[in-house]
């Protein structure tokens, strides 16, 4: 059974930076793309960025240019780098498959980002 633990949200002022992990249990867990996900409450989750196995990624036009999504494989998590953070992109960001798959949908991890 696949569980995504999501981690490292914070509170930061705007223009700051945080780095999102998502690690993943289950050896055999490769998906052919993941990708992070936020929401804002009383909005529907929205999707972020998505890399796939073969190492191409793409972002949300929101966030293109300040966030990055990567993965290391020894460690079989996958990361956002979020850069500039502005006060819109405070959410509850969480980690799936592209497309989501229902059961991997997580706690999430609060990123709040004032101004």
């Known amino acids: 059974q696949v569980q995504l633990v999501e981690s490292g949200g914070a509170s930061v002022q705007a223009g700051g930076s945080l780095r999102l992990s998502c690690a993943a249990s289950g050896s055999t867990f490769s998906p052919k793309a993941m990708g992070w996900f936020r929401q804002i409450p009383g909005n529907q989750r929205g999707w972020v960025a998505r890399l796939r196995s073969d190492g191409t990624d793409d972002y949300a036009a929101s966030v293109k240019g300040r966030f990055t999504i990567s993965k290391d494989n020894a460690k079989n998590t996958w990361y956002l780098q979020m850069n500039n953070l502005k006060p819109e992109d405070t959410a509850v960001y969480y980690c799936?498959?592209?497309?989501?798959?229902?059961?991997?949908w997580g706690q999430g991890t609060q990123v709040s980002v004032s101004s």
């Open positions: 799936n498959t592209v497309p989501s798959t229902v059961n991997y």
